[in-house]
């Protein structure tokens, strides 16, 4: 660590993943002193994004028994060739996709560990734009939501338009179905409506089946608008709802947003605004020892050979020495597939593909698994490849077999043609050391579909830190930025916030006014 690095701050965060980017962000923006470290060499740790050889690596590091990465394998498939005549083959005037071309091509490739898509009116989204955080980022609509119904992947009908010109559902189903969210959107409005009052306390389930609609509506409502269960109860299963349709028509069709060139993308983002107002970095550092001094109540912390000292400490769960005696256990499996193939039909898949999001049950209904399917118009992979994610609730230390039930779903019977597979676990912190129970510990990822429970723990973790600061106000854009010693006047009209722009306005025209009965 550099000898000029100040001895004092504010906050220290150990780790780069989404939650301790946010605090770092969230610190640096209100005037706090931040260092940021991290023992790997690039940023978001298991939030992060990997080249396909980069992921290799990433995967065949020995994990550690507190490590957050755990039980990591990937297989390679298809020919043994030698790979100058692999490297070679031209099948159909298209690159042959194999273990050699794809290595060839590592650094088009953007894989997630843990992959996430978003709401776009959901709070991530939100949260984007209040902070002006958008400038650093880039989204892509989700092409199509998705359902399994009769062992076939079909796409779910999001907008008006898309009800009306699906040829999955019949006439009548359609009607059915826009009756049933019209009313599902105007839920809540009417506090002594007979929904509110006879369901209360019964499932989302009973529900659907009390407004008659078919079994393929009632399939396409609980697997992929509500994403509920058949114990979800109806005041919840009304909430997902209507949080699906109140972020329709946003941003294109379907009510989702993926991140360009993969999710790992994120927590840089928090990072470069950290940065910008006075955060300092340092990745492949590792936090040797830490302490806490009772004259003074700071963590005084020892690495590369360098001691410095902080009013507060924020540590990923897995990063020593704040680790060491902790407990890690298993808590989201998961599955990273690249294919020369999509899933689905043509209609799916047009023009090269985009982003689908599936969400596929269990037969017995008891599980279920997110899968996000990308193509290279996402910036995840080259042309011709396709990236499946596949994400389940953990339930032991064995991710294929967790994830067995879906992929037997998604594989069997599609004849995708898999050329790279992995499983890797996800584990979470289950208890803290005495050494570290005055640090603040964020969560690890859980099994969610947008970033709530991710935002809503750095939330917490800086309410506890700063009370009487607001978590990520808006940062101005460069051009609203006035240097010391220049005239504010001398700004540019256009380079202004809108509502600056309209007082400037009504301030022109008053001074008019005044000319004219001069």
Known sequence: ????????????????????????????????????????EYYGDVWGSFTIDGLCERLSKECGAHSTLRNCSYTWHGSEKEPETEAMEVQGGEQKWNRETMLAKSRRFSLDLCPRILYASGELVRLLIKSNICRYAEFRAVDHVCMRHNGEIVSVPCSRSDVFNTKTLTIVEKRLLMKFLTACNDYGEDKCNED?????????????????????????????????????????????????????????????????????????????LCAVYGGIYCLKRTVEDIGLDENTNEFVLSSAGKTVRAKNVVSAPG??????????????SRGLFVSASPLGNEELNKGGGGVNLLRLVEAEGGREAILIQLSHYTGACPEG????????????????????????????????????????????????????????????????????????????????????????????????IVVDGEDPSALNEHSLPEDLRAQLKDMQQATQEMDIQD
Do not use: W
């Open 1 to 40: 660590m550099s000898d000029d690095l100040p001895d004092q701050f504010d906050l220290v965060v150990i780790g780069t993943g989404f939650i301790e980017s946010c605090i770092a962000a969230a610190a640096s923006r209100v005037g706090k002193s931040v260092l940021h470290l991290d023992h790997n």
């Open 385 to 480: 490849l396709y990236i499946f994610h596949l994400t389940t609730p953990a339930i032991s230390e064995d991710p294929a077999t967790d994830l067995a039930a879906f992929t037997s779903q998604l594989f069997e019977q599609s004849g995708s043609d898999i050329i790279f597979s992995s499983y890797f676990t996800i584990a979470t912190q289950s208890s803290t050391s005495t050494a570290g129970e005055h640090i603040y510990y964020t969560d690890a990822p859980t099994y969610e579909v947008d970033y709530d429970a991710a935002i809503a723990n750095a939330r917490f973790i800086f309410g506890k830190l700063f009370a009487d600061a607001e978590f990520l106000p808006r940062a101005p854009d460069p051009e609203e």
């Open 319 to 332: 990063y020593p020495p704040v680790s060491s005696g902790t407990e890690m256990k298993p808590h989201i």
């Open 196 to 272: 509110s009052l006879a369901f209360r306390g019964r499932t989302f389930l009973e529900y659907l089946q009390a407004q008659r609609v078919t079994e393929k509506i009632s399939s396409c409502v609980m697997q992929a608008i509500a994403m509920c269960g058949p114990d979800t109860t109806f005041e919840e299963g009304m909430q997902r709802t209507q949080r699906f349709l109140g972020s329709l028509g946003r941003y294109g069709n379907t009510p989702f947003l993926f991140p360009m060139y993969g999710c790992g993308e994120l927590p840089q983002c928090f990072c470069r």
